[in-house]
């Protein structure tokens, strides 16, 4: 074989073995997402004053932080019935303004605390590769609480962003000692080789 031959099979060999490295690098790009549970007008301004100013900046925070990132960015959205402060359709439904999704990331509608149940959240993560998930959002000891157990058990690692979850006093805990108990409960709480982490929001890199 003439060597110029040999050059230009080695020069495609190396191509082809970058061109392999560059599609593993973007599959491990997109093995997280950050899923933002249940951050709607109408649970947010149930929510005590104090316990909003500190938590929205948080969660704004991650959501810069994983759009700068390239990180997929997945909204959970909650159907509440007739009456309900999540009340489909009316403005209290709607993702919060400040947080408010792009057009082109997904909305996840569902009705129940597990975020998974009967929902398209697996679909979604599936086809995306992600065995990672960044949860934020609230309420904590009900949507947040439920759906980072649910996805350990079905095989997702999870990292809990410890100051950007919310809730409200409840009349036997106040809002900041729910928060503080779940983050303690949760954090090493695992389903066989898949574990919750709790992190403060700016502990927590995409």
């Given at each position: ?33 950050l899923l933002l549970v249940d ?137 900041a000692n729910i928060i503080a ?26």
């Amino acid at each position: 074989m003439k060597s110029s031959a040999i050059s230009d099979a080695s020069c495609k060999s190396r191509i082809r073995i970058s061109a392999m490295e560059g599609v593993a690098a973007n599959l491990t790009q997109f093995r997280e997402a950050l899923l933002l549970v249940d951050a709607q007008v109408g649970l947010v301004e149930l929510m005590p004053a104090e316990i909003q100013e500190r938590v929205l900046p948080k969660i704004r925070t991650l959501l810069e932080a994983a759009r700068a990132s390239g990180v997929p960015v997945i909204y959970i959205q909650h159907d509440g019935p007739k009456g309900h402060p999540l009340e489909t359709h009316t403005k209290g439904w709607e993702i919060h303004p400040s947080i408010k999704p792009l057009e082109s990331e997904s909305v996840v509608r569902k009705r129940e605390s597990d975020s998974f149940f009967e929902t398209t959240l697996q679909e979604e993560l599936k086809k995306r590769g992600i065995t990672h998930l960044v949860i934020a959002g609230g309420m904590t000891e009900y949507c947040v609480d439920t759906t980072c157990r649910r996805a350990t058990s079905l095989g997702y690692d999870v990292t809990l962003a410890s100051d950007a979850h919310l809730t409200r006093d409840n009349g036997v805990l106040s809002a900041a000692n729910i928060i503080a108990h779940h983050n303690f409960v949760l954090d090493d709480f695992g389903a066989g080789d898949h574990v919750i982490k709790a992190k403060p929001a700016d502990q927590i890199v995409f």
